[in-house]
T-cell receptor, first 114, second 115 residues
Framework: DTAVSQTPKYLVTQMGNDKSIKCEQNLGHDTMYWYKQDSKKFLKIMFS???????INETVPNRFSPKSPDKAHLNLHINSLELGDSAVYFCASSQERDLNRGQYFGPGTRLTVL | AQSVTQLDSHVSVSEGTPVLLRCNYSSSYSPSLFWYVQHPNKGLQLLLK??????LVKGINGFEAEFKKSETSFHLTKPSAHMSDAAEYFCVVSGSNFGNEKLTFGTGTRLTIIP
């Protein structure tokens, strides 16, 4: 059974479009995250939600809006896509706000903006 | 504030020889440290973690890492490399256990195994 799943796996779209990436975890975790990995493999956290409440919001353009309908889902909506948004986006989840247990990552969504 | 530096962007070793991937960290708090592995076109998998218990941490696939506070290091080692170890490895630090916890990733070390 997949622990953290993301859809779609690949997303190719035109500049200016609006798109969403979905994430679901079946681990019963109460904290979920979105990370962006750029072309140089550098990973940086974007958002974190705990029990549907936003707890981390890094310096991310407000074109990016996370939405958590319940604690098993954290979707990422991106408005007015730009070339620089091309990257691999990873969703992750953890058991508690205490990160000592580590985070479980999804397989990633490769976004290409043309 | 916290940061992590992976000293080598690329490491190549022959199959069957030891692996050493170097990592130094900086943290204002007592850190938790992790190593994650990313195989090509795959997500990230937790290899091992240090959380203020034993300083020598054993992980999956024969990897281990030693936390050295005096050197602010958390190097990853494996006695004998296998072809399946070829991947990107990330050293990660997390800060305080309270408040805005978050992971800070290093820039990664690509491990190549020579047959």
């Amino acid at each position: 059974d997949t622990a953290v799943s993301q859809t779609p796996k690949y997303l190719v779209t035109q500049m200016g479009n609006d798109k969403s990436i979905k994430c679901e975890q079946n681990l019963g975790h109460d904290t979920m995250y979105w990370y962006k990995q750029d072309s140089k493999k550098f990973l940086k956290i974007m958002f974190s939600y705990n029990n549907k409440e936003l707890i981390i919001n890094e310096t991310v353009p407000n074109r990016f809006s996370p939405k958590s309908p319940d604690k098993a889902h954290l979707n990422l909506h991106i408005n007015s896509l730009e070339l620089g948004d091309s990257a691999v986006y990873f969703c992750a989840s953890s058991q508690e706000r205490d990160l000592n247990r580590g985070q479980y990552f999804g397989p990633g969504t490769r976004l290409t903006v043309l | 504030a916290q940061s992590v530096t992976q000293l080598d962007s690329h490491v190549s070793v022959s199959e069957g020889t030891p692996v050493l991937l170097r990592c130094n960290y900086s943290s204002s708090y007592s850190p938790s440290l992790f190593w994650y592995v990313q195989h090509p076109n795959k997500g990230l998998q937790l290899l091992l973690k240090y959380t203020s218990a034993a300083t020598l941490v054993k992980g999956i696939n024969g990897f281990e890492a030693e936390f050295k506070k005096s050197e602010t290091s958390f190097h990853l080692t494996k006695p004998s490399a296998h072809m399946s170890d070829a991947a990107e490895y990330f050293c990660v630090v997390s800060g305080s256990n309270f408040g805005n916890e978050k992971l800070t990733f290093g820039t990664g070390t690509r491990l190549t195994i020579i047959p």
